[in-house]
């Protein structure tokens, strides 16, 4: 287990927003940067506050900026953790090879020494940058003779040449003459640079991101037998700030789209609450197809998914390059904590086409695995399972309950030798019949759940020990939040609605968003070692049955099937001559009897024992069975509707 975290920690996302906050200051000529490096003639090391290109850079650098300080290990799903050497000292022959150093070094969580005998303009510059309101490491200015027991590091010349031949700025070294501190020549570049000094300056930190002398500011160990969420789990106990950083650096980001231009930058968690609500109809509003405004101005990178629609019209999910490797690196330990390992032979039916994500997003998962993977989509037949199965002995199936219990079932009717070592599900619950159903005609030994929103991706996962609907919560990709019908956060184990900050998607960002969702939060500690906030999903907040003053929820009535193994209820209410009706339509492997269903749901909901007590002309209840696959699913997303209501056409 990790050891407790060093106080305090600082995060590169920080230093970004620092860089981000320069780099806007150098558009106008009487900020005090730009006046800062026109007094002393230096406006072109400006060209270092690129903060799109350091971003890049650092996420190459620590293997991926959300992660930070952790960089998970995807074959053994331990981790290596990351942290500053401590102080490091730079000598300051040129300023554009200080700062590069000076911004490695913030990034790492350095302190550092600068020796210069440009003490004005370099307290000048860290004054400014630490004045911009985001916690920064310190920086102090020696003299350029002082001795210090902390390590040097050498920062070499990127000299670019222009079509002459002529180095393209004019910034002298200090010491006389053309060698760097090591005594070695200056890097030229192959190909003559036909930019400004400004324009090179921008690629130079994807070069250093490479380069050896930046491996020089960062400490790795290797935390064997530690998982990422064990990782984090530890790291929280001690208040190291992680969610804080991720929130400031999300806030920063959505403050470029024109939505959240005016969002107040908050500090931390604490604060989120002061944040407003997107509501469903505001998002709609704000992205593509209607308009542009939740997006920034960024290049145009990435994939864009949409969603399945199955309540309302569809909505299109923009993630950059950036968005989309983070939530792959996201879900790869997630998957491990599921229950797969290196070797599993993997069967994916998750649905795919008109952009819909599921498949898409899980092979580009699977593909960086130690996994074999057939992606099969929806188009998964009983034949394609059971060659895949004898043929490539592939034990591990992934899908939606709505595919995978239909053509698991037929499988097993077929091949009555059939085993599945593990079914890995999402997009809607599994009934606990289903689940028993697996474990005794499967043999299967893993059966979990991955909760997920078609906007933000991944929001819960289920390890081997959660049952139910229980999910251990991924709060460093969704931050999540229950509120009541005010949008008041309510009480830890209060059922309410859902609202999910993703700390990881920048481009649409995605602030106290209301993902339609109902459940609860509470503590717990879990068998498989993770102890913290899991919830309770409860269904969808449009799952909520009112008819005629009475209101239950479609969970509610789903559990009360369960002793008739249902797997699928969908319910209908229509009102035809001032008369409410319900219509459960229910699929099951069992033939079954609708009168006796019917008598059952009566005799557990006092509500329909009320309504029908007056008579047929109010209200009536009408069972419909259904064999298992015959109800219709979502074109796009595969999913049954399970709440039908007529009565709002």
Same mark, same amino acid.
């Given at each position: 287990?990790?050891?407790?975290?060093?106080?305090?920690?600082?995060?590169?996302?920080?230093?970004?927003?620092?860089?981000? /906050?320069?780099?806007?200051?150098?558009?106008?000529?009487?900020?005090?940067?730009?006046?800062?490096?026109?007094?002393?003639?230096?406006?072109?090391? !400006?060209?270092?506050?690129?903060?799109?290109?350091?971003?890049?850079?650092?996420?190459?650098?620590?293997?991926?900026?959300?992660?930070?300080?952790?960089?998970?290990?995807?074959?053994?799903?331990?981790?290596?953790?990351?942290?500053?050497?401590?102080?490091?000292?730079?000598? +300051?022959?040129?300023?554009?090879?200080?700062?590069?150093?000076?911004?490695?070094?913030?990034?790492?969580?350095?302190?550092?020494?600068?020796?210069?005998?440009?003490?004005?303009?370099?307290?000048?510059?860290?004054?400014?940058?630490?004045?911009?309101?985001?916690?920064?490491?310190?920086?102090?200015?020696?003299?350029?003779?002082? &001795?210090?027991?902390?390590?040097?590091?050498?920062?070499?010349?990127?000299?670019?040449?222009?079509?002459?031949?002529?180095?393209?700025?004019?910034?002298?070294?200090?010491?006389?003459?053309?060698?760097? %501190?090591?005594?070695?020549?200056?890097?030229?570049?192959?190909?003559?640079?036909?930019? %400004?000094?400004?324009?090179?300056?921008?690629?130079?930190?994807?070069?250093?991101?490479?380069?050896?002398?930046?491996?020089?500011?960062?400490?790795?160990?290797?935390?064997?037998?530690?998982?990422?969420?064990?990782?984090?789990?530890?790291?929280?106990?001690?208040?190291?700030?992680?969610?804080?950083?991720?929130?400031?650096?999300?806030?920063?980001?959505?403050?470029?789209?024109?939505?959240?231009?005016?969002?107040?930058?908050?500090?931390?968690?604490?604060?989120?609450?002061?944040?407003?609500?997107?509501?469903?109809?505001?998002?709609?509003?704000?992205?593509?197809?209607?308009?542009?405004?939740?997006?920034?101005?960024?290049?145009?990178?990435?994939?864009?998914?949409?969603?399945?629609?199955?309540? #309302?019209?569809?909505?299109?999910?923009?993630?950059?390059?950036? +968005?989309?490797?983070?939530?792959?690196?996201?879900?790869?330990?997630?998957?491990?904590?599921? #229950?797969?390992?290196?070797?599993?032979?993997?069967?994916?039916?998750?649905?795919?086409?008109?952009?819909?994500?599921?498949?898409?997003?899980?092979?580009?998962?699977?593909?960086?695995?130690?996994?074999?993977?057939?992606?099969?989509?929806?188009?998964?037949?009983?034949?394609?399972?059971?060659?895949?199965?004898?043929?490539?002995?592939?034990?591990?199936?992934?899908?939606?309950?709505?595919?995978?219990?239909?053509?698991?079932?037929?499988?097993?009717?077929?091949?009555?030798?059939?085993?599945?070592?593990?079914?890995?599900?999402?997009?809607?619950?599994?009934?606990?019949?289903?689940?028993?159903?697996?474990?005794?005609?499967?043999?299967?030994?893993?059966?979990?759940?991955?909760?997920?929103?078609?906007?933000?991706? &991944?929001?819960?996962?289920?390890?081997?020990?959660?049952?139910?609907?229980?999910?251990?919560?991924?709060?460093?990709?969704?931050?999540?939040?229950? =509120?009541?019908?005010? !949008?008041?956060?309510?009480?830890?184990?209060?059922?309410?609605?859902?609202?999910?900050?993703?700390?990881?998607?920048?481009?649409?960002?995605? =602030? /106290?968003?209301?993902?339609?969702?109902?459940?609860?939060?509470?503590?717990? +500690?879990?068998?498989?070692?993770?102890?913290?906030?899991?919830?309770?999903?409860?269904?969808?907040?449009?799952?909520?049955?009112?008819?005629?003053?009475?209101?239950? /929820?479609?969970?509610?009535?789903?559990?009360?099937?369960?002793?008739?193994?249902?797997?699928?209820?969908?319910?209908?209410?229509?009102?035809?001559?001032?008369?409410?009706?319900?219509?459960?339509?229910?699929?099951?492997?069992?033939?079954?009897?609708?009168? &006796?269903?019917?008598?059952?749901?009566?005799?557990?909901?006092?509500?329909?024992?009320?309504?029908?007590?007056?008579?047929?002309?109010?209200?009536?209840?009408?069972?419909?069975?259904?064999?298992?696959?015959?109800?219709?699913?979502?074109?796009?997303?595969?999913?049954?509707?399970?709440?039908?209501?007529?009565?709002?056409?």
């Amino acid at each position: 287990m990790t050891r407790p975290s060093p106080s305090p920690r600082y995060y590169p996302t920080d230093l970004l927003l620092a860089v981000q /906050r320069a780099e806007r200051a150098l558009i106008d000529p009487d900020s005090a940067l730009t006046r800062l490096l026109r007094v002393h003639d230096l406006s072109s090391v !400006g060209g270092l506050f690129a903060a799109a290109e350091l971003t890049e850079a650092l996420d190459l650098w620590f293997g991926g900026l959300s992660q930070y300080p952790w960089q998970p290990l995807i074959d053994s799903n331990d981790v290596d953790q990351l942290s500053p050497v401590g102080t490091i000292v730079l000598d +300051d022959h040129r300023v554009a090879n200080t700062l590069r150093g000076l911004l490695f070094a913030w990034a790492a969580g350095n302190h550092v020494l600068i020796r210069s005998r440009r003490d004005t303009f370099w307290q000048g510059l860290t004054t400014i940058l630490r004045d911009y309101g985001f916690p920064l490491p310190e920086a102090s200015v020696l003299d350029e003779r002082a &001795q210090s027991e902390h390590r040097t590091i050498h920062v070499p010349d990127l000299v670019p040449v222009s079509a002459s031949g002529a180095a393209i700025w004019n910034e002298p070294d200090l010491y006389g003459d053309d060698l760097d %501190d090591a005594g070695n020549l200056p890097i030229r570049l192959g190909v003559p640079v036909r930019e %400004d000094a400004a324009s090179f300056l921008r690629t130079v930190a994807s070069l250093d991101a490479r380069a050896s002398w930046t491996r020089a500011l960062i400490r790795r160990e290797y935390l064997a037998g530690t998982r990422l969420a064990d990782a984090r789990e530890a790291d929280d106990a001690h208040g190291s700030g992680r969610l804080d950083a991720k929130l400031r650096y999300l806030i920063g980001q959505a403050r470029r789209t024109p939505y959240y231009r005016d969002l107040p930058q908050i500090h931390g968690v604490a604060e989120l609450a002061q944040l407003p609500i997107l509501e469903k109809r505001q998002l709609d509003a704000n992205t593509l197809p209607l308009n542009r405004n939740l997006y920034s101005d960024a290049p145009p990178s990435g994939e864009v998914l949409r969603s399945g629609a199955t309540s #309302g019209d569809p909505r299109y999910i923009v993630y950059s390059r950036g +968005d989309w490797a983070n939530m792959v690196r996201e879900a790869i330990p997630l998957w491990s904590v599921l #229950g797969l390992r290196k070797g599993d032979r993997v069967i994916n039916t998750l649905f795919a086409g008109s952009l819909y994500g599921g498949s898409i997003t899980s092979s580009c998962e699977f593909s960086q695995m130690a996994v074999e993977c057939y992606t099969t989509t929806q188009a998964c037949t009983v034949d394609d399972l059971l060659m895949l199965h004898h043929r490539f002995r592939a034990n591990t199936v992934i899908g939606l309950p709505t595919l995978l219990m239909p053509l698991l079932r037929k499988a097993k009717a077929q091949d009555p030798a059939l085993r599945i070592e593990k079914v890995l599900y999402g997009g809607t619950p599994m009934a606990e019949s289903d689940k028993a159903w697996l474990r005794e005609h499967l043999d299967t030994d893993v059966v979990a759940s991955v909760l997920a929103a078609n906007d933000g991706a &991944q929001l819960g996962f289920q390890c081997p020990h959660m049952g139910g609907t229980l999910h251990h919560i991924c709060d460093d990709y969704n931050l999540l939040e229950v =509120v009541d019908d005010d !949008g008041q956060p309510v009480p830890d184990g209060e059922v309410g609605h859902l609202l999910i900050t993703s700390l990881q998607k920048f481009e649409a960002p995605l =602030v /106290r968003y209301r993902i339609g969702d109902i459940g609860r939060v509470f503590h717990r +500690d879990c068998a498989c070692g993770l102890s913290g906030r899991v919830m309770e999903y409860l269904g969808r907040s449009d799952g909520i049955i009112k008819f005629l003053g009475s209101t239950v /929820r479609h969970r509610e009535l789903h559990d009360a099937l369960e002793t008739f193994e249902v797997s699928q209820l969908q319910v209908e209410i229509d009102k035809r001559d001032g008369r409410e009706a319900l219509i459960a339509r229910i699929e099951s492997a069992r033939t079954l009897d609708p009168d &006796q269903i019917r008598a059952h749901l009566i005799a557990q909901f006092h509500q329909l024992r009320t309504l029908l007590g007056f008579g047929d002309s109010v209200f009536g209840l009408v069972v419909e069975c259904h064999p298992e696959g015959a109800l219709r699913r979502d074109a796009v997303s595969g999913k049954v509707k399970t709440v039908i209501d007529r009565r709002l056409g």
